[in-house]
């Protein structure tokens, strides 16, 4: 079983930078994906970026493309998310989850942390 648990989210203003880690229990075998995901009040869980856990091939939402970072530490079995250039609109709940497609459907994935708040403020 592989449990996921988020850390890392709070409150920034517009323009700032934060890091969102997600510490992966139960070693994920190599075929694995993990991807972020959010969801603003009233909003559908929208899908943010994903990453292959052995190669590190990365997709992006094209909200977040050049602004947001996937990475993986395999050696730490953690994956993180540097956001940068933050918006008021980047506020939502956070959450990490993996499972064996990188696709941006949050159906795919079968594995997800508990959330962690992200608030941006103008």
């Known amino acids: 079983q592989v449990y996921l648990v988020e850390s890392g989210g709070g409150l920034v203003q517009a323009g700032d930078s934060l890091r969102l880690s997600c510490t992966v229990s139960g070693r994920p075998f190599g075929t694995y994906k993990m991807g972020w995901f959010r969801q603003a009040p009233g909003q559908e869980r929208d899908f943010v970026a994903a990453?292959?856990?052995?190669?590190?091939?990365?997709t992006y939402a094209d909200s977040v493309k050049g602004r947001f970072t996937i990475s993986r530490d395999v050696a730490k079995n953690t994956m993180y998310l540097q956001m940068n250039s933050l918006k008021p609109e980047d506020t939502a709940v956070y959450y990490c989850a993996g499972g064996v497609r990188m696709v941006p459907i949050r159906s795919e994935y079968d594995h997800w942390g508990q959330g962690t708040q992200v608030t941006v403020s103008s």
């Open positions: 990453i292959t856990w052995n190669m590190g091939a990365t």
